[in-house]
Every structure is written in C-alpha cells, then in structure tokens.
C-alpha cells in the first residue's frame, strides 16, 4: 500500500535544471527523463526503452538532434516518446513508444502529473508567482532526503521546532511559546496555519538580512496544498507596525518561503526550497546569506528526519504518537493526504 | 517470531559506561535511553520522545539539570520519566511520559529488564560478584557482534573450540581431546559444563599472566544463566595440584571470565567480556597482557561468527547441523532459552 | 520460486584456478569447497561443516595432506568428503560428510552439476575443444555482474547491441543493420542465431589482430545451449570469400569467443569469458591485444547490466518488454530455460 498520491501535480525540478541534456529524475518511484528541445520545450518521458528496459538516461544513450538514442540496442526516440528507428528491421512497431508525461513550466518549477494522464487538470496547479516576479529576488535549492515525505510535511506544518532545531538561525523562544490557528479549506484542499509574534526576538536569518535591530513583529501564515506545495508567507516588521487598510505594508519586510515535497520512492523525498523576498532587491550579499543561512536551516531538517525514518523504519507495527495543539495543521494535512490517497482506485507501494 | 526471551533481565552496559551525559544502546531491539543524575542514580528510558519519535540521544537533544529536552519540539523530561513541558501550552498531557525500564547496578553492570516490568524480580538477576571484588582485580570490554546472540551461546559453551579458532592464545590440543559433563539444574535454569584437564600444555594467556612454567592443571567449570549471564570458573595450577578439602586452593591461580551475551537485534549481539583474576592484584603489566589477549580472543570469535551469521541468514529453511558430544552443553542452553521463549505470551520479530 | 534451473551442468572455475589451495565460489546458491589433491584430482564439496556451519574456505580452517581441518572445532575432511576426525571423542558419525559434487575437467572448464547428483550425465556437457586445443591460442578471464543471469543471456544472443554499447571496439553499423536467422533443436536443446555481413566495416578488434585492411565479410554464428554455455563462431575474411566446399576456410581468420554463463544466486552471475583464435598462434602481443580489447566489451557489458538488475528489481510487477526481430534468438533461449525449470519438481528463491 502505496503513502503517495496519484493523479496529482508534482514538482519534478526547477526549470533551470532541465537543458539540452538528458536529465533523469525518480518521481514517485517512477524514473522520467527529461530534455529540453532546441525550440525551448521541455520533454517528460519514461527513462526506460520500451524494448529491454535500459534507462535512456544512461551512457552511452544520447541525446541526438532532440531524439534520444538507447545506448544498448539504439532504439530512437522523438520528443513525442515516438519510436523512430530499430535495429535490424525497417518497420517500427505501432506499440513503440514512451507516453509522455503532461508537463508544465510555471513559477520557476516543472511540474509534471504522476498518474492517470487524462486526469491531468492544469488550473489546479499550486501557484507561487513571487519565484518568478521581478518584484522578488529569490534564492533556491533541493537536498534530497532519505525519508518518506509525510515526515517533511509534519516538520513543516509546525515550526514550533525551530526554536529547537534551529535555535540560532531561525529559532526563537517565541515560536515554541506562541499558540497557533489552524483553517483547513476542505473544498480547496488547503491548510492554513498562522502563528502571530508580536513582540519577538529576531533571529540572525532575518537580523542579517533585513537589518532590522531589536524585537520585532513576526508573523508566519502557512499555506499548504498537499501533496507538493508549502508555501510560508513570512512577515517581519518594528514592534507595533501592522498592514494599512488598504493592504500595503511598506515598513515590513515580506519573504515567501516556499517548499515542494516531492517523493523519490516510498522512503525518500526531493526537498525544494526557495525564499524569495521584496527587500534588497537584487543584492548578491543578501542573496549569498539567505542561500546559505537557509540551506543551513534545511539540512538540520535533512539529518533530523534521516534519524527519524530509521526509527519509524524499524518500530513495532501500531506505535502510537502523541498530538498536542501544535499538531493541529500537520494532522490536518495527513487528513487531507489521506482523502487524496483514499480517491485513487489501486495503489502500489514504490520501492 | 522472535528468538529472544522476554521478561528477563540483560546487562545493558557497565556501569562505568554510564555518566552525566546521554548514552543510548538497543536493547533486545529496544532502543534505551541512559544517564546518570547529580545524586549518582542510573536512569533507563526509551530514546524516543513520545510526541514525534525523535531519538533523545541525537543532538541537539540535551541534558539540562538532570532532564532530558528534546531537540526537535523541546518536550522535556524528568528522570521519572514524566513529560515536565511540552512546546505552545501550558497543559501537559497525562500519557505525556516515558515509561523508565526496572534498572539495577550490581557487580560492575547496569541491568535491565526487559518486558512486562510487574514481571521484574530483582532477586533473579545472576549474580558475578568478583567482577566489583577487591580480592580480585578485573579487566573487562564490549564488543560489538554482527550476528544473533545464539551463535554466541553456541560459541562459548563448546570451548573445544579454542584449540582451533584460538590456538596460540588459550588453545591447546588438550582442551579439544578431553571429554566434558554436563550438567543442567532445571529448576534453577543453570547449564553447567565441566572439562578436567589434569595434564596439560600451559597456553600463553595463563602462561605470560601465572608465570607457569612447564604443563599444569587446567579446569573449566561453566555456569551459564541464560539468556544472559555467562561465567567460566578457571583454575590453572601446578599439575597434581587439587584443591584442599577445606575448599582452599592456594597452589592455584584462579581467573574468573564473564560474558554478558545481550541481543541488540535479532542479528546482532552486545558481547561484553570480564577477566577477572584473583592473583597479581594490581599488576598493571599483567592486566594490560590480559585485556589484550582477551580481546584478540574476543575478536577472533567476533570474526567467525560474523562470517556464520552471513552463512545462516543465506541458508535454505530446514537445515539440519550434526551434534556430538561436545555440543551436548550448548544444546541444554538451547533447551532452556526455547523454554523461556515458550513461556511469553506473543513475540514478535525485532528487526 | 528460482529462475535457475537444476539438475544441469554449470561452469564452475577454470581449470587453472584450482590449485592445492582451498577455494571457495557460489553457483547456484551453493557455496562450494574446491581444492586439487597432491594426486591432480579436483574435489567439490559443499563449502561448510556439517557440525556447525562454518565455512571450511574461512581461515583458520587448512589443507592438511589432502584434508580440510575446520578452523571452528576441528571436524576434519577427506577429499571425498568423509569425515575422519572430531573433537572431544574418537566415534566419528556415520552422517559426518560432506555430499561430493558430481566434477567434470573438460575444455578448461571445472564443470559440475547442481541439483540431484544421480541425474548427472557426464555426457550430456556441451563442448568447446578448441579452448584447450593446441590448434587455437586462447585468452580469458571471468568478471563478476551484479545481475540475474538471464540479462547476460539476453545481451549474448542479442549482438545487435555491439553496434552501440561496443561500439570502436566490436561494433559497426552493420551488426545492427544485417537480419538474423534462428533455429532451435528442441531435441539437443539448442539455440543457434546466424548473422552473416558480406560487405562491412572492420572493428578495431578483429582489424588489429588479424591484421585485415579494409572492408570484411564477417560471420556471426552463435550456438547457445542452455543454461551455461555459449559460443560464437566468428568468422573475418576478405569480402567475398567463403569456405571451400570440403570445408577447407584457408583465406579466413577464426575466432571461437566462449562465455560459460554461471548464475551465483539469483541476482548475480559469475561471467567466464574466452576468446581462441586459429591464427597468431602463440603471439603474446595478440593475445594482450585480445585480452585486454575483450576484457574493456565484457566490462562495459556488465555495467550496462548491473544498471538493468536495479530496472528489474524495482519495477511493478507485471510489466511488459516490446521484442522485434533481433530478439528471436533471446526469446528461443527463454523458452528452453523456461522448459528447463518446468522440468524439476520443486524450486525454492535463493537468496
């Protein structure tokens, strides 16, 4: 029994990351190669030839006139996944071909659907404009993970750990101490998770980058649109300053920080993270911190969540947590994970 | 199902190995939670926090005042083992705490109990008191072992192996050629072995540390308590020498080697090892040649049974061994751990 | 359930592995004892004591005179397997030996059968002469693949994959291009796959070591039977030359490439490979040519299949291959293996 949801959108990778290279990724246990043709387009297909299963993605199959070529036996393939040449025969059979993926470029990411193709509704894509606007400057990254998503998700929902495992980062006193609110948004498929600091330490992450001195406003609005996209909408600002009426907020400072938790196999997971800010526009210093500082940040999680995949890995069958208030979000995304899991009609585990 | 017995008690570490500091070893495949507070007591708790399952061990989990605080949502815990704060409330919920395992410190060891701790009886943990007596003075170590306890038992009740995994260190031809008896106290749950070697090669472990010369007497006596506790009572003496009738024996050396044979996992073993001699009190020189010796001992069954776990695990289901003689106290030991198996109500494998 | 067959012949070693050392390899998921006597007489015997297991290839088990002495106990061994000695009492058990492996010396292969040793016919061993002929020069070697044996039969009744995964070494487009001819007789259980090239390109392989300039006729004739042995007549001429019709082939250059097809356990497979030529005789640059040219394809092979057993191993199951024309030889050899497994009663996976 499969933890992954089907039918469902993706972050596969960054645009950035697809070329004019094959490009291979393991995307809920199955491997996809992916291109980027000469015309601009990004190309999604099974890395695996139809003929004896040998990964295209592998030397000495290579890319040729934005066909690839099996390295074992040469079968060819287009950028459609339509099989173009055989050895030893001139007829191609009709069955010779790889389905592509439906794919789309959009917010700095390429999404794909892992599942049933015609059930691949592209207006229901998580957006983050601010990855892509000239409004921000945005620095990003992905570390894998050896652990199953679910526990990235529950170390996301609730950032009352910061204060332990982050502690001299990002972690204060104040966000273990503040009580959270928690909406869920069961027709949307959305959890909203906020937690309002009105007077709090500031933490070097944001002392350093925005060079605000003394205690500060700090609010963290999490949105999250299980299974892929977590979004915190993180707001730092003097003590006392709040929105105006109209919504403007010139003396805070805004950075999105964005995740997508897109998982390898059963047990590991593609960890994508990006901040992206309103402030210091464009300024490599900043940039070059907040890279850094954050990447710190997310490793601590990586190592943390690596220990606990081994202990929930080897435990009993039936041991049973212990929820408090500050579980309140990540029960409701396993709520919603599960109606996701619950909709789709079969489900294989992925090695 | 499990190969392990249940309710009993297993040396979980040395005393000395236990300070100020957290220390966390798995136990039957329970991993467990150790340190000692200010007032000198040795605390045992599961090294898992009951809300997320982090390991209490893995930094930054810390010690702070003899409590233990969580390094991934700071849940904080006594040496009681009771929750003391929890992150975001006040209320600490009541199942909030750490279930301490029955623990007790005797001669040189920290025991625990593990199962059903209503079961524990203290006054049936085996006792080895030369290990803590200052009529004798000990060297001990552990050793980690990449195969199942049993293969250990199997090892160390058949000592005609030391004439052929151990020659040149406390193998001599001898201890191969003569026959044992056997002897098992049902009741009290005690195999016992004896082998009688009344004229003998001196072997360089007894030779080096007595100063020996020439042939002597050689005896080994087993008491084996299973499942854990294993002692082999040595008398090395002049040859003709035997004991007078009063129980006195002062033409004897007399070393005294413990073995704690505690399950990490279902295939892999703590194997603690004591040497403890009742002449050349003190002697630095001697001590030094003995652990040394002993622990290339110790080392040369790690490798061998390393090798035959890798041998067992591969083999097909139903293999029969061939016994004789020799194996005749090993195979008692095995009776009496397949009762202790029969006697718990379910088991379940631990990986 | 196993997919290799028993009750068949593997290759086991060359000939010239087997000193009077002892040697240890698994075939078949068999661990197996193989030492020459001082009389020239190769011995197989399972590689672990019938007493407690250990593997009687692990120092500090010997070769004394002609028996193996376990390094656990001392439980001794004639070359026949019978047990002469034991410790600790001077009854040897009627049951105290190790089961002789059927053994055949031939063609400079150690051949023995696994499975049921009164079924073994020493006469149904499919032969190679030429490999310990004096009339051909001969160089081999044998490579480890971390992949179930069948891929390896797949590649080798497949050439078509010289033209791209060996290719500037054996391949040229022709490979590729030219059609096949298969036959298979159902009764001697063999395969044969045709592919004769009248006008194509020399590799370096052949052009180097016959010294041929220019295009070639170059035949691929392969006899495959079933499980172990493969052949490959090769045959390099001038374009436009064939055989006398009494047989007689004095203009062309004879290449007899041999590989014993040896499954270890399931997933891996020992890949014994030999290359004979009837010309440059006895020429040591040739054969290094040779060697080392075959040693680089067999490699690259290997790789290509190591990556194919991870494909295979975590693919769903169910999962189906697209076959064309090259892909009749494969399919024919399936078949006779299948027919091979349908043919013993009971088969148990082997790990």
């Given at each position: 029994?499969s933890?992954i949801?089907?039918?469902q959108?993706y972050?596969?990778?960054?645009s950035?990351?697809?070329?004019?290279?094959?490009?291979s990724?393991?995307?809920c246990?199955?491997?996809i190669?992916?291109?980027?043709?000469?015309?601009?387009?990004?190309t999604?297909v099974?890395?695996r030839?139809?003929?004896?299963?040998?990964?295209?993605?592998?030397?000495?199959s290579?890319?040729?006139d934005?066909?690839?070529?099996?390295?074992y036996?040469g079968?060819?393939y287009?950028?459609?996944?339509?099989?173009?040449f055989v050895?030893g025969?001139?007829?191609?059979?009709?069955?010779?071909r790889?389905?592509?993926?439906?794919?789309?470029e959009?917010?700095?990411?390429?999404?794909?659907?892992?599942?049933?193709?015609?059930?691949a509704?592209?207006?229901?894509i998580?957006?983050?404009?601010?990855?892509?606007?000239?409004?921000?400057?945005?620095?990003?990254?992905?570390?894998?993970l050896?652990?199953?998503?679910?526990?990235l998700?529950?170390?996301?929902l609730?950032?009352?750990h910061e204060?332990?495992?982050?502690g001299?980062?990002?972690?204060?006193?104040?966000v273990?101490?503040?009580?959270?609110?928690t909406?869920v948004?069961d027709?949307?498929?959305?959890?909203?998770?906020?937690?309002?600091?009105?007077?709090?330490e500031?933490p070097?992450?944001?002392?350093k980058?925005?060079?605000?001195?003394?205690r500060i406003?700090?609010?963290?609005?999490?949105?999250?649109?299980?299974?892929?996209?977590?979004?915190?909408?993180?707001?730092?600002?003097?003590v006392g300053?709040?929105p105006?009426?109209?919504?403007?907020?010139?003396?805070?400072?805004?950075?999105?920080v964005?995740?997508?938790?897109?998982?390898?196999?059963?047990?590991?997971?593609?960890?994508?993270?990006?901040?992206?800010?309103?402030?210091?526009?464009?300024?490599e210093?900043?940039?070059?911190?907040l890279?850094?500082?954050?990447?710190?940040?997310?490793?601590?999680?990586?190592?943390?969540?690596?220990?606990?995949?081994?202990?929930?890995s080897?435990?009993?069958?039936g041991?049973?947590e212990?929820?408090?208030?500050?579980d309140t979000?990540g029960?409701?995304?396993?709520r919603?994970?599960?109606?996701q899991?619950?909709?789709?009609?079969?489900s294989?585990?992925?090695?």
């Amino acid at each position: 029994m499969s933890s992954i949801p089907r039918n469902q959108w993706y972050v596969a990778a960054y645009s950035s990351e697809i070329g004019q290279d094959l490009f291979s990724r393991t995307i809920c246990g199955e491997p996809i190669l992916f291109w980027r043709t000469r015309s601009g387009q990004v190309t999604a297909v099974p890395d695996r030839c139809v003929h004896r299963r040998f990964p295209l993605s592998q030397a000495p199959s290579r890319l040729v006139d934005d066909q690839v070529v099996c390295g074992y036996h040469g079968f060819t393939y287009g950028a459609d996944g339509k099989c173009v040449f055989v050895p030893g025969q001139s007829r191609i059979p009709r069955t010779a071909r790889l389905l592509p993926y439906p794919l789309v470029e959009q917010d700095s990411f390429v999404w794909v659907f892992i599942g049933d193709a015609a059930k691949a509704d592209v207006s229901s894509i998580p957006r983050a404009p601010y990855l892509a606007s000239p409004a921000y400057t945005t620095v990003a990254g992905m570390e894998p993970l050896q652990a199953r998503f679910s526990l990235l998700v529950d170390n996301l929902l609730d950032l009352s750990h910061e204060t332990y495992l982050h502690g001299g980062y990002i972690g204060t006193p104040e966000v273990a101490e503040t009580p959270i609110t928690t909406e869920v948004d069961d027709d949307a498929g959305i959890v909203y998770v906020s937690r309002h600091m009105d007077d709090a330490e500031c933490p070097p992450f944001y002392a350093k980058s925005t060079g605000l001195q003394g205690r500060i406003s700090r609010w963290q609005d999490i949105e999250y649109t299980p299974p892929c996209l977590y979004k915190l909408h993180s707001r730092i600002a003097p003590v006392g300053s709040v929105p105006n009426p109209d919504g403007s907020d010139p003396d805070a400072f805004h950075v999105e920080v964005v995740y997508a938790i897109t998982p390898e196999t059963e047990h590991s997971t593609h960890d994508f993270w990006s901040v992206a800010r309103d402030f210091a526009l464009g300024d490599e210093e900043v940039s070059k911190f907040l890279a850094e500082n954050n990447r710190t940040v997310v490793l601590q999680d990586v190592e943390a969540l690596n220990v606990l995949e081994g202990v929930v890995s080897a435990e009993p069958a039936g041991y049973q947590e212990l929820s408090i208030n500050i579980d309140t979000g990540g029960l409701a995304a396993r709520r919603l994970l599960q109606r996701q899991l619950a909709q789709q009609p079969t489900s294989a585990a992925i090695s």
